[in-house]
């Protein structure tokens, strides 16, 4: 059962990172090539619409990743005999790289900005440093080696979505027990 559990996972984490990295790059495409550079093209320039049609960019290119990881992920589920309903795959999918960004700006905290610390901030800033420099710990090691931090982005997808259905998993059966 452990082994199942293990290989249901890292199956929904391949097939989840894979096919948000595909549908990532299959948006990036179609927008970059087609819509910016063949119908837009030279014919925007006022900062507005280059705005909106960016955000709109951002917002589907980020939508289909977050959708095409879930959908890959409830596959893997199923075929192991798991229903796990969308919802909560796609709201932990939405959360998982907005966490990677908080990590990576938890490496450099110009914690100077503060100014010169009152009583309460005396006591508070040590504590918040040391808190920041654990909780980014994972983060400053795989920077140090060397290794690119978009990978981190491309499994931020699948890794939120299964934390964000356990979570709802542990809090709809905690709700069960507190009906009973």
């Keep these: 059962m452990k082994t199942n559990s293990v290989t249901l996972t890292l199956g929904q984490i391949v097939a989840g990172g894979v096919i ?3 549908g990532g790059w ?3 495409f179609v927008f970059e090539n087609f819509i910016w550079q063949v119908l837009l093209g030279d014919r925007i320039n006022h900062g ?5 049609f960016l955000l709109i960019s951002l917002i589907v290119t980020y939508g289909v990743v977050i959708m095409g990881a879930g959908v890959g992920m409830r596959f893997v589920s199923q ?17 998982g790289p907005p966490a990677v960004v908080g990590l990576l700006a938890l490496l450099n905290v110009p914690w100077e900005i503060f100014g010169k610390p009152n009583l309460i901030l005396a006591l508070l800033i ?6 920041a420099y654990i909780i980014s710990l994972p983060m400053r090691g795989w920077v140090s080696v060397g290794l690119p931090v978009e990978i981190w982005y491309i499994l931020a997808v ?20 507190l009906m009973v």
Excluded: H, N, Q
């Excluded at 075929?79 to 959360?95: E, N, R, T, W, Y």
């Excluded at 040590?126 to 808190?131: D, R, W």
């Design 20 to 22: 948000g990295l595909v």
């Design 126 to 131: 040590p504590v918040l440093k040391t808190l």
């Design 79 to 95: 075929k192991f005999g798991v229903d796990i309903p969308l919802k909560p795959l796609c709201s932990g999918a939405f959360l």
């Design 26 to 28: 299959v948006c990036l």
């Design 48 to 52: 507005f619409w280059v705005g909106l």
């Design 158 to 177: 699948p890794i939120g979505a299964i934390v964000g259905y356990r979570l709802e998993l542990s809090v709809s059966a905690r709700d069960v027990a």
